[in-house]
């Protein structure tokens, strides 16, 4: 059973800083690709950073020289590092596991609960 938890959200003021952190059980962060997302209220849930087993990396414009995205395989966790926060980056962020799950290529997605973020003065 795969088990996504988020932690690190909370109040920040406009400029500050916020690590997230999503610890993975289940599975090995290191095989599979892994993505932070974030849904704001009244929009759609969107990628900010994505890690594959790689290691390449993919921003969201929005985000690109802000945030990083890093992986721990020892700690089996995937962090995100966010600076410079703008009041827009307000939103629940989520973690998510990608895995293959044929040969064909089909995947599966797995979630976090998510943890909120708000950049309010």
């Known amino acids: 059973q795969v088990q996504l938890v988020e932690s690190g959200g909370g109040l920040v003021q406009p400029g500050g800083s916020l690590k997230l952190s999503c610890a993975a059980s289940?599975?090995?962060?290191?095989?599979?690709?892994m993505g932070w997302y974030r849904q704001a209220p009244g929009k759609q849930r969107e990628l900010v950073a994505g890690?594959?087993?790689?290691?390449?990396?993919d921003y969201a414009d929005s985000v690109k020289g802000r945030f990083t995205i890093s992986r721990d395989n020892v700690k089996n966790t995937v962090d995100l590092q966010m600076n410079s926060l703008k009041p827009e980056d307000t939103a629940v962020y989520y973690c998510r596991l990608r895995t293959v799950v044929s040969v064909e290529g089909a995947w599966v997605d797995y979630w976090g609960q998510g943890t909120q973020v708000t950049v309010s003065s």
């Open positions: 890690i594959t087993s790689g290691g390449r990396t």
């Open positions: 289940g599975r090995r962060i290191s095989s599979n690709d």
